[in-house]
């Protein structure tokens, strides 16, 4: 094994171990698309890690991800990335530490596109930390779902235009990405509040958060609806029909769609 196939194979294995939602899509694309997607899921992964992990207070991980929203617009990023990590690396989990691999792992003509988004998406995330997420408005729930989600739909859309010239709405690609975060607000919620996090604007209920996640996927049906047959469109119908399963479940008082219901939309959107 060179090193190159070494990375591939430890890439997928750290997406499939952290990802039941876009292993299966990732894994399905062409050569070349699916090192560059699989390299974009991964970067947002590692950072997200950092937003999400409640062991390290919100200075630090306001410190860590402005410096990697730096590095990764420096030309050489491993010696600087492990002199960051080095005081957290009990602490950190190993997608995060390896960021500077899945940033090689992409291919060289797209890195810039995954460097970019990943270094956006780390400030906006810090500025989250910072305002200790606090939404109140469907404007403050709009400018968090876009910057740890929407901003991944023009990430993708960017990346379909890198593959094979395929042109997409990106109004509807941020209403794809959100709509699937709106889900996971949904499913996440109990979760959340016990951490004393709130993701719903005041005064929302359940019911405006379903109308809220109701209306991006109804756009995101429209995006995947326009992209040409092919590896790009499989990749994207897949999740949104995850999606689409866990709000019905959510709506019909179910905790979280089901393994059997999962196979089914699975072998349903494998088939279409």
Not at 211 to 235: E, K, M
Request: proline share 4%; with cysteine.
């Amino acid at each position: 094994m060179n090193e190159t196939t070494d990375l591939y194979t430890e890439a997928m294995d750290v997406l499939a171990a952290t990802s039941r939602t876009f292993f299966i899509p990732i894994s399905r694309l062409v050569p070349g698309l699916q090192e560059a997607v699989a390299s974009a899921y991964l970067c947002m992964r590692a950072i997200d890690e950092i937003e999400d992990d409640a062991s390290l207070s919100a200075e630090v991980k306001m410190g860590l991800l402005h410096r990697i929203s730096v590095i990764l617009k420096e030309p050489a990023i491993d010696e600087p990335l492990a002199e960051l990590f080095k005081p957290y690396e009990s602490v950190l989990p190993s997608v995060t530490l390896r960021i500077g691999d899945w940033v090689r792992f992409c291919p060289v003509s797209a890195s810039h596109v995954v460097r970019d988004s990943t270094s956006t998406m780390a400030k906006e995330m810090g500025e989250w930390v910072e305002k200790d997420w606090q939404i109140h408005t469907k404007e403050d729930l709009d400018g968090y779902t876009y910057s740890v989600a929407g901003a991944v739909g023009v990430l993708l859309s960017e990346l379909w235009q890198w593959h094979d010239g395929t042109k997409s709405d990106y109004n509807e690609a941020v209403a794809f990405g959100r709509g699937l975060q709106a889900v996971n607000i949904l499913r996440n919620r109990k979760e959340d509040m016990e951490r004393g996090v709130d993701y719903f604007p005041d005064n929302w209920g359940t019911e405006e958060m379903f109308a809220y996640t109701r209306g991006n996927l109804a756009l995101a049906d429209r995006y995947v609806a326009n992209l040409t047959p092919g590896p790009v469109f499989d990749f994207c119908k897949l999740p949104l029909a995850l999606a689409h399963g866990t709000l019905a479940a959510l709506e019909a008082g179910e905790e979280k769609l089901n393994r059997a219901a999962v196979i089914e939309i699975v072998k349903r959107a494998s088939e279409e």
